[in-house]
Nanobody, 129 residues
Framework: QVQLVESGGGLVQAGGSLRLSCGAS????????MGWFRQAPGNEREFVAA????????YYADSVKGRFTISRDNAKNTVYLQMNSLKPEDTAVYYC??????????????????????WGQGTQVTVSS
């Protein structure tokens, strides 16, 4: 069982940066692939990024590629999302998620919210124009 808690959200102007953190409980954090998703009002939950257990493999949605960076520190049981060059359309509640699958899978698997076993409560990111 893993519990996830996001932090770091807030209000930022367009072009600015934020770093989200997701802290995880449990000693098996390093065995979980982790993802970030976001959901704006009236929209479905949207994939943002995913990272493998060691951090050596990452996936990104096209909409954030080159602007966002996912990383993890297994010693701290934390996964991060560095968000640069933020745009108003990045405004959403951001969620981290964990997947306990025993092997790494293709992009289509990690980009689907149904693939993840554990979810945090979310943190609001608002980008003003």
């Amino acid at each position: 069982q893993v519990q996830l808690v996001e932090s770091g959200g807030g209000l930022v102007q367009a072009g600015g940066s934020l770093r989200l953190s997701c802290g995880a409980s449990g000693r098996t954090f390093s065995m979980y692939a982790m993802g970030w998703f976001r959901q704006a009002p009236g929209n479905e939950r949207e994939f943002v990024a995913a990272i493998s257990w060691s951090g050596g493999i990452t996936y990104y949605a096209d909409s954030v590629k080159g602007r966002f960076t996912i990383s993890r520190d297994n010693a701290k049981n934390t996964v991060y999302l560095q968000m640069n060059s933020l745009k108003p359309e990045d405004t959403a509640v951001y969620y981290c998620a964990g997947d306990s699958s025993s092997r790494w899978r293709p992009y289509n698997y990690y980009s689907s919210h149904t693939s993840y076993n554990y979810w945090g409560q979310g943190t609001q990111v608002t980008v003003s124009s």
